[in-house]
């Protein structure tokens, strides 16, 4: 088993929208809120619990699989003629998944197909598939999630801080984290409080440009004017016969300000160094040539990455190597999932042909019952 430690830093002018699907108890504000898991640190005053930032894991995990299936796929381009096998292999890559219909008991299948294919296909044996007819493995490489770089105890600083801060990366030391009241009310007329200086709140509008068209009207009277057509061309009452607010239009935004970097974990369960330079120099490549962003909003230049840097157990930075990139990509040729593929059509098969004779059951014995009645 090998672990390795990825450090991400950001752009310094770009916050992260990564949220968490869920909506605080606000009565009359429409708000977004990051993913956070609740931490403690020790302050004077005792134990001190906050809200932290946190990227899942299947964030990055979940793209990068769709980029490396994306260059499996364009490697071994024009090489599989059959349409159906080139369905089946992308839903492996890109969904890491193959259902089917249930199983009936008589239906045998090879189980140790699973292992078989691991041992052949690297991208397999390391990003898995979940194969309803076979036996599940669990996969090679487990990637963790995200984790602002916090200074509990700045008297003894473990190793990934101590290299975080050799990198110059920003990192927050416990004794500036605070709970600060914001202007946002819950229903029950609290304040709405954000940890700080790990989260902000954005606000924005939608819908409702009229102060973007006013700016055009070049005397008050045509202002004047442009509101009343603008009102004309803006839906201002609601279903119920109920007139909108506009105020409703602003968007609150909970953010991760651009104060503090990130580290992740990734874990093989094999010591195949080779391999896990492959893969890793490719997670690099991705997140820094090809996407180079973490969450939302890109466009509004959200989530930037400036730089990924990754350290095996030793904290010694790892060596990249393109060569071993591309033979991790050779050495997951779709081709090798043909065993699974025939062994799909022959379980299709079997339940076509069970439930065929099913049907023909049921219309003997319809056919019967007629009979017997003198019809």
Same mark, same amino acid.
Request: aromatic share 12%.
């Given at each position: 088993?090998?672990?390795?430690?990825?450090?991400?830093?950001?752009?310094?002018?770009?916050?992260?929208?990564?949220?968490?699907?869920?909506?605080?108890?606000?009565?009359?504000?429409?708000?977004?809120?990051?993913?956070?898991?609740?931490?403690?640190?020790?302050?004077?005053?005792?134990?001190?619990?906050?809200?932290?930032?946190?990227?899942?894991?299947?964030?990055?995990?979940?793209?990068?699989?769709?980029?490396?299936?994306?260059?499996?796929?364009?490697?071994?381009?024009?090489?599989?003629?059959?349409?159906?096998?080139?369905?089946?292999?992308?839903?492996?890559?890109?969904?890491?998944?193959?259902?089917?219909?249930?199983?009936?008991?008589?239906?045998?299948?090879?189980?140790?197909?699973?292992?078989?294919?691991?041992?052949?296909?690297?991208?397999?044996?390391?990003?898995?598939?979940?194969?309803?007819?076979?036996?599940?493995?669990?996969?090679?490489?487990?990637?963790?999630?995200?984790?602002?770089?916090?200074?509990?105890?700045?008297?003894?600083?473990?190793?990934?801080?101590?290299?975080?801060?050799?990198?110059?990366?920003?990192?927050?030391?416990?004794?500036?984290?605070?709970?600060?009241?914001?202007?946002?009310?819950?229903?029950?007329?609290?304040?709405?409080?954000?940890?700080?200086?790990?989260?902000?709140?954005?606000?924005?509008?939608?819908?409702?440009?009229?102060?973007?068209?006013?700016?055009?009207?070049?005397?008050?009277?045509?202002?004047?004017?442009?509101?009343?057509?603008?009102? *004309? %061309?803006?839906?201002?009452? !609601?279903?119920?016969? /109920?007139?909108?607010?506009? $105020? +409703?239009?602003?968007?609150?935004? &909970?953010?991760?300000?651009?104060?503090?970097?990130?580290?992740?974990?990734?874990?093989?369960?094999?010591?195949?160094?080779?391999?896990?330079?492959?893969?890793?120099?490719?997670?690099?490549?991705?997140?820094?040539?090809?996407?180079?962003?973490?969450?939302?909003?890109?466009?509004?230049?959200?989530?930037?990455?400036?730089?990924?840097?990754?350290?095996?157990?030793?904290?010694?930075?790892?060596?990249?190597?393109?060569?071993?990139?591309?033979?991790?990509?050779?050495?997951?040729?779709?081709? *090798? %999932?043909?065993?699974?593929? !025939?062994?799909?059509? /022959?379980?299709?098969?079997? $339940? +076509?042909?069970?439930?065929?004779? &099913?049907?023909?059951?049921?219309?003997?014995?319809?056919?019967?019952?007629?009979?017997?009645?003198?019809?």
């Amino acid at each position: 088993m090998k672990n390795y430690t990825v450090f991400f830093k950001r752009n310094e002018t770009s916050p992260i929208s990564y949220l968490s699907g869920l909506t605080p108890n606000f009565s009359t504000t429409n708000i977004t809120v990051c993913e956070k898991e609740r931490d403690f640190i020790k302050k004077d005053s005792g134990f001190f619990s906050f809200n932290k930032p946190v990227i899942k894991g299947s964030h990055t995990r979940g793209r990068f699989r769709n980029f490396l299936s994306n260059e499996i796929m364009q490697n071994f381009e024009g090489k599989i003629d059959d349409v159906k096998f080139l369905v089946f292999i992308a839903k492996i890559l890109f969904s890491g998944s193959v259902t089917n219909e249930k199983l009936p008991s008589d239906v045998k299948t090879n189980l140790t197909m699973t292992s078989e294919i691991a041992n052949k296909n690297e991208f397999f044996k390391n990003f898995g598939a979940m194969i309803t007819f076979l036996n599940s493995a669990e996969s090679n490489c487990g990637i963790g999630h995200l984790y602002p770089l916090v200074v509990k105890n700045s008297k003894e600083k473990d190793s990934i801080i101590n290299k975080a801060e050799d990198l110059n990366l920003k990192v927050v030391y416990a004794s500036n984290i605070n709970e600060e009241e914001t202007s946002l009310k819950l229903k029950n007329g609290n304040d709405y409080k954000i940890t700080t200086p790990f989260f902000k709140i954005e606000t924005n509008r939608v819908t409702d440009k009229l102060w973007e068209t006013e700016k055009y009207g070049r005397t008050e009277e045509e202002m004047e004017l442009i509101r009343q057509y603008y009102k *004309e %061309f803006t839906q201002t009452e !609601k279903g119920n016969g /109920e007139t909108k607010d506009t $105020n +409703k239009n602003i968007l609150y935004n &909970e953010v991760i300000a651009p104060v503090v970097d990130f580290y992740e974990n990734i874990r093989f369960l094999d010591d195949d160094v080779d391999t896990h330079l492959g893969i890793l120099t490719g997670y690099k490549k991705y997140f820094t040539e090809i996407k180079p962003y973490i969450g939302g909003k890109v466009a509004n230049f959200f989530g930037a990455i400036d730089s990924v840097y990754i350290f095996d157990e030793n904290m010694q930075e790892i060596k990249y190597d393109e060569d071993k990139y591309f033979e991790f990509i050779q050495n997951s040729n779709p081709a *090798e %999932f043909q065993p699974i593929f !025939k062994s799909y059509n /022959e379980i299709q098969k079997k $339940n +076509k042909d069970k439930k065929e004779k &099913e049907k023909s059951k049921k219309k003997e014995e319809k056919e019967n019952q007629k009979t017997s009645k003198g019809e």
